[in-house]
C-alpha cells in the first residue's frame, strides 16, 4: 500500500521560509515522478513542481526561483523549500505521485501552511 | 495556458439519480484529462485517467467520456458518499492544469 505522509507545515510570518516533508514508503521516489499541489482555503487545486525520476524539475511560474523540490533517496522523502513566503501561499499543500507524467495516482493527506503576521 | 472551465458549479440532486458533469479545455488535450473527487478535510481522489479509464478501486457507477474539448463526468446512480468536489485535470500542456471544481451536493 502506497501512503504519503507530509508534514512541516507551520504559521510563518511574511518573507520568512519553510521546507515541507513527504515521507513515502509502498514506492520508491527515486523511481517515481513526485509533485507538489496546494489548495488555498476554499479553493480549487494548484499545480507547483514535479521532480523526475531523473532529478530534473519543472515549476510553475507563481513559484519559480522561490521554491525548490527536491529528494533523499535514504529517506525515501521529497522536499520542498519554500523562501519569501507571502500571504498568498496560505494552503494545504499535498504531495502526489505524478503517474507517467500524467496524471496524479496517490496524494498525502495534505500540510497546512499559514503566512500572516 | 489551458483554461478548464467546469460547469455547473454546483449541481443539487438526490440520492439515486444520475450526475453529468462537464469539463471544457480552451484548447484540445486529446485524451490527456483526468477527474479527481475531494470530500472536505480529505485529499482529492483519482476517478478517471486518460478521458475514460477507472482507476484502480473505483465503482462501475463513475464513467468519463469525450475527447479533444469536451469531457463529461457521469455518476450513474449517485450513493451518499459521491456528494463531493469534483476536479478535471490536464497534462497535454505545461503548466498541467485543473478546473475550477463541481460541488455535487444533496437537494
Known amino acids: 500500500e502506497v501512503q504519503l505522509v507530509e508534514t512541516g507545515g507551520v504559521l510563518i510570518q511574511p518573507g520568512g521560509s519553510l521546507r515541507l516533508s513527504c515521507a513515502a514508503s509502498g514506492l520508491n521516489v527515486s523511481n517515481s515522478y513526485m509533485s507538489w499541489v496546494r489548495q488555498a482555503p476554499g479553493e480549487g487545486l494548484d499545480w507547483l513542481s514535479v521532480i523526475y525520476s531523473d532529478g530534473s524539475t519543472s515549476y510553475a511560474e507563481s513559484v519559480k526561483g522561490r521554491f525548490t523540490i527536491s529528494r533523499d533517496r535514504s529517506k525515501n522523502t521529497v522536499f520542498f523549500q519554500m523562501n519569501s513566503l507571502k500571504a498568498e501561499d496560505t494552503a494545504v499543500y499535498y504531495c502526489a505521485s505524478f503517474f507517467a507524467a500524467k496524471f496524479f495516482d496517490y496524494w498525502g493527506r495534505g500540510t497546512l501552511v499559514t503566512v500572516s503576521s | ?107
Do not use: H
Not at chain 2, 450513474?76 to 490536464?90: H, I, R
Open chain 2, 1 to 107: 495556458e489551458i483554461v478548464l472551465t467546469q460547469s455547473p458549479a454546483t449541481l443539487s440532486l438526490s440520492p439515486g439519480e444520475r450526475a453529468t458533469l462537464s469539463c471544457r479545455a480552451s484548447q484540445s488535450v486529446s485524451i490527456s484529462l483526468a477527474w479527481y473527487q475531494q470530500k472536505p478535510g480529505q485529499a482529492p481522489r483519482l476517478l478517471v485517467y486518460d478521458a475514460s479509464s477507472r482507476a484502480t478501486g473505483i465503482p462501475a457507477r463513475f464513467s468519463g467520456s469525450g475527447s479533444g474539448t469536451d469531457f463529461t463526468l457521469t455518476i450513474s446512480s449517485l450513493e451518499p458518499e459521491d456528494f463531493a468536489v469534483y476536479y478535471c485535470q490536464q497534462r497535454t500542456n505545461w503548466p498541467l492544469t485543473f478546473g475550477g471544481g463541481t460541488k455535487v451536493e444533496i437537494k
